[in-house]
């Protein structure tokens, strides 16, 4: 019993230093749920970060950072996995060690309980003959008693068959009836003689036997504690070694589970390594790609630069006519009401000209554009990092997130210079020019679009001109909005 009891001390013992160990394990496991939390949400913003790269590349990159973030909870569930293995297979051999120790207890108790057993039997066995002939000694004893009894009173007292032995000595009618009376009564005296040693003898064993009963009695009393005591011990280390059995077998199962389980981490590290290797392949491939094509949307992003920028010397010079034609007829009537002025005076009466107002450009509020859809900003106008260029990049104008097919209206009067798509990467793209404003050529572009509604000629504010997609270089459904100051991308927000 005492080695069980060992047994399951040592048990409790690996148990508490398992959930000493797994409580380590945990404080671990919230810094690798916290790294992934984080590395989530940084992966989210790639959206941001990668809008106007090539979708190929900017999948290839975002499943690159998803296998990044994914190894180091893989690489905690394989060391958790491999310290539960080794856990439950000490505990394994524990278990084993503890069932062999409890069956060999078991051994021993029941052989202990079959030898106890056996003793009692023998005990229980000499307790029986000793009480048989204590009896049967009793019954001799009472016989003998009563036979001596009976002699010493015809002895002594005389008896109606045999006279007493003075009788027959005084009784004798001649020397040899005399003689023969007295071998007869020497006879009889040795004869009870022997009686009395017999008596005494068996008196004695008598005595010694009732000892001998009672001496056997209190063995038989204490055989039986004993095999009580043993039988309950043989029963609790049978119990033992079952509990311990069983023990054993969810050890066991528990090592095969456990066994199992580090297999499958394994394999899913594995799989995430191998995966990873192959973004990075698949990254660098693009890569290359994405260079060669910024290149050419930078050649397109120049040329539309360069038909923007003579857009806006025309314009401003057709300003500058206008302005000029409007300031020669205000010249001309001026000249013409002053001269009306002197007419009459030389006629002696009073006239007072009429001066036209001077001539100004437009005046243009700071909030000109309006909204040309609603949403929220998931990117602002301003230099950005490329995660994967490695470099700073303009992001020329604000995302809005909305749905693909949401309306998208003309955020101002103008007169679309370009519909269509785009391989600088803004997908189906609208240009809309909205003259001289504030001194500059105003352009405000929608790209991204999924469908384009007006193709060319003048548009109204609020006009439908196409529908929101996700065309191009993008990574999700949102407005791309942009506006141009004679060719140059400025902040949409100076004009909202």
Not at 227 to 250: D, G, I, K, Y
Request: net charge positive; proline share 3%.
């Amino acid at each position: 019993m005492s080695t069980a009891r060992t047994g399951w001390t040592a048990i409790a013992a690996v148990l508490v230093c398992t959930l000493s160990l797994l409580g380590g394990l945990a404080a671990r496991a919230d810094d690798v749920q916290d790294q992934k939390r984080r590395a989530d949400r940084r992966i989210a913003a790639l959206g941001q970060q990668l809008e106007g790269t090539n979708a190929a590349l900017a999948k290839a990159y975002v499943n690159l950072e998803r296998t990044r973030a994914a190894i180091p909870g893989a690489q905690q569930r394989v060391a958790q996995a491999q310290a539960a293995l080794a856990r439950a297979q000490q505990a394994q051999a524990q278990a084993e060690a503890t069932e062999a120790r409890a069956i060999t207890a078991e051994d021993k108790a029941r052989a202990h309980n079959e030898e106890v057993a056996q003793k009692l039997a023998v005990a229980q066995a000499n307790e029986a003959r000793a009480a048989d002939k204590l009896k049967k000694s009793g019954r001799e004893l009472a016989s003998s008693q009563d036979a001596l009894d009976a002699y010493a009173a015809e002895v002594f007292q005389g008896g109606a068959v045999t006279e007493s032995q003075l009788g027959m000595v005084f009784g004798s009618t001649s020397p040899q009836d005399f003689a023969d009376r007295l071998v007869m009564a020497d006879t009889a005296s040795a004869v009870a003689s022997d009686t009395i040693d017999k008596l005494a003898a068996m008196t004695a064993d008598n005595t010694a036997t009732k000892s001998y009963l009672t001496s056997v009695r209190g063995e038989v009393a204490e055989l039986k504690k004993q095999a009580e005591q043993a039988l309950r011990a043989a029963e609790a280390a049978s119990a033992a070694a079952t509990r311990a059995r069983e023990e054993a077998v969810v050890a066991k199962n528990n090592a095969v589970t456990a066994t199992s389980n580090a297999a499958a981490a394994q394999a899913e590290l594995e799989s995430l390594n191998t995966k990873q290797t192959a973004y990075a392949s698949d990254l660098r491939k693009q890569r290359t790609d994405e260079k060669a094509q910024l290149a050419a949307a930078e050649r397109e992003a120049a040329r539309l630069k360069a038909v923007l920028v003579e857009r806006a010397r025309l314009a401003k010079i057709a300003e500058q006519k206008r302005l000029a034609k409007l300031k020669a007829e205000r010249d001309a009537k001026i000249r013409a009401e002053r001269a009306k002025a002197a007419a009459a005076a030389r006629r002696g009466s009073s006239y007072t000209p009429r001066i036209p107002a001077p001539v100004q450009g437009t005046t243009t509020p700071r909030n000109y554009l309006s909204y040309p859809a609603y949403g929220p900003t998931t990117s602002g106008f301003g230099m950005r990092w490329h995660p994967v260029l490695q470099k700073w990049m303009l992001h020329d104008g604000l995302d809005w997130g909305i749905g693909c097919g949401t309306p998208v209206y003309a955020s101002a009067p103008g007169t679309v210079i370009s519909a269509g798509w785009r391989q600088s990467g803004w997908g189906n793209q609208v240009l809309i020019d909205h003259g001289i404003h504030r001194g500059v050529d105003l352009v405000t572009s929608y790209n991204h679009l999924s469908s384009i509604v007006k193709w060319g000629g003048s548009v109204q504010r609020g006009q439908l001109i196409g529908y929101s997609g996700t065309t191009g270089y993008s990574t999700g459904c949102h407005l791309h909005f942009g506006v141009y100051e004679d060719g140059t991308p400025v902040n949409p927000r100076n004009w909202l």
